[in-house]
């Protein structure tokens, strides 16, 4: 399998996802201001959780055990595919509950359908399926489509209609749906996956294996959501806007991220089975350069931060720049522990995921409590800081177990010496707006990693590498 081109195609494919989310936002942002956006927010937070209760982690191990199935993987994903409809079917009556007892009353209509549509909104399984099948741009063809119903519908909702939320809320709930029953019929053609074969061991085999993604998974969305539901409760629906509009970079960063880690599994997989010092080499080429752009982005981030919020969504939303500035560090420690953890899920054991997560979940919700009355929403984006570094700190550890000490420590202690030196400049006391120190900031950033010798080479060349001497036969003595 060729990674450059798998990754070309589903970043094509994700690019168009985030793009039209990213559009429908600040559309709805600019039209509904900060109070009726939270409204908006809300209620789409919930149908996220709902559908992340209906997954409950099992999409995590798809690619990892399609490519380890082999000539099975078409009954594999029967028994995945069976399962799934079991899981979303079961979660259908306590859904229509929670969304009866705590859902928005003015939107209980679409969300007592999202509810009953669960096990089609919270299918988003389909990229890993593409790409083991090798028709890996079939995953911008159903983006596409996505995005199109996404934008028209609520750009009509906009313009059309009285009640924007409501309607927005409607067009909401028709995409996802569009996107899981047309991504189902298109994997079902490419595998061909009989149903009716699917059996109670195999989809036991995948619980097994999954159950520590599925209470992982479980406290991992709730940390990533519980933040809207306690600014609700502790500020105004204002808030629950503005600092939405601040995590939605962060969102969007982490869907590129996702997008290339997602095809990355597959080639981490076969590195494991085929050598571990490969393996090693390939995840510390990828760490240094993760590292790199991701503490840019965090330590520059200051410079552009007010006048990008200022710029996209509006005055009203300028008030999220710190809150946004501190969001940033949390996508670089994210996106470093999302690398981690790709790793660690192709050579050890992972049923640590449930207490960790619980760990980060427990983090979040009591800095949420303490620091929200006192900071407002930035207390909200240093708690979920807080808790990302939780969770990162204990997957260091067993990456470190189960490869040994892979990460180069010189190397860090100069990105470390870099950073500080160029958030130095960033945060210079001299009276000018701060995206004029946006260039010199950079240049001491960069500039300085190329005198130290310390910028990263091409990650993807370095995979490719050991991918090929992993699979090259041993010569003959």
């Given amino acids: ?145 996505y995005a199109v119903l996404m934008s ?25 749906v569009f996107y899981g029953a047309t991504g189902l019929l298109m994997a079902w053609h490419l595998m061909r996956p009989q149903l009716q074969s699917a059996s109670r061991t195999g989809m036991w085999t995948i619980v097994g294996t999954a159950w520590p993604f599925c209470l992982g998974s479980l406290f991992a969305m709730l940390t990533a959501r519980v933040d809207v539901f306690l600014i609700e409760v502790l500020g105004t629906s204002a ?16 869907a590129v991220v996702i997008t290339v880690l997602t095809p990355l599994l597959t080639v981490l997989t076969r590195l494991a089975f085929a050598d571990r010092a490969s393996l090693g080499r390939a995840f510390d080429a990828m760490m240094c350069f993760v590292a790199t752009g991701a503490t840019a982005i965090a330590v520059l981030a200051p410079t552009l931060t007010a006048v990008v919020l200022k710029l996209v969504y509006g005055p009203q939303f300028e008030i999220a720049a710190p809150t946004l500035n501190v969001l940033a560090w949390k996508f670089q420690v994210a996106f470093i522990n999302l690398l981690m953890f790709a790793t660690l899920m192709t050579v050890a054991s992972i049923r640590f995921t449930w207490w960790t997560s619980a760990l980060a979940l427990c983090a979040n919700v009591i800095a949420n409590i303490v620091l929200i009355p006192q900071l407002g929403i930035l207390g909200a984006g240093v708690a979920s800081l807080a808790s990302e570094l939780v969770q990162t700190g204990v997957d260091l550890v067993f990456v470190i177990a189960a490869l040994g000490r892979v990460l180069t420590a010189g190397w860090w202690k100069k990105l470390a010496f870099v ?13 000018l707006d701060r995206i004029w120190l946006l260039a010199p900031a950079a240049l001491v950033f960069f500039g300085l990693l190329y005198i130290m010798k310390a910028i990263p080479s091409n990650p993807l060349r370095v995979v490719q590498a050991e991918v090929s001497a992993s699979t090259q036969p041993i010569a003959a003595p």
């Fill in 1 to 145: 399998m060729n990674y450059t081109v798998s990754l070309s195609a589903q970043a094509l494919a994700r690019i168009v996802y985030v793009a039209s989310g990213a559009a429908v936002f600040v559309l709805l942002a600019r039209v509904l201001g900060p109070s009726r956006l939270g409204e908006y927010v809300l209620a789409t937070n919930l149908i996220t959780v709902l559908a992340a209760l209906a997954d409950l982690g099992s999409t995590a191990i798809l690619a990892r055990d399609l490519v380890a199935s082999g000539a099975g993987r078409s009954a594999f994903l029967a028994d995945f595919l069976a399962l799934r409809l079991i899981m979303g079917l079961a979660m259908t009556v306590p859904a229509m509950v929670v969304v009866a007892v705590i859902g928005p009353g003015d939107l209980l209509l679409p969300l007592l359908a999202a509810s009953v549509l669960l096990p089609l909104i919270a299918a988003r399984f389909f990229d890993p399926v593409f790409q083991v099948a090798e028709r890996s741009w079939l995953s911008l063809v159903l983006s596409t489509g």
């Fill in 152 to 176: 028209a519908g609520t750009t009509a909702a906009v313009f059309l209609t009285e009640d924007v939320v409501f309607w927005g809320m409607i067009v909401y709930i028709a995409a996802g």
């Fill in 239 to 254: 808030m629950v806007g503005q600092y939405n509009a601040a995590f939605r970079f962060v969102d969007l960063g982490m």
């Fill in 419 to 431: 950073s500080l030196c160029a958030s130095a400049v960033v945060h210079a006391p001299i009276g």
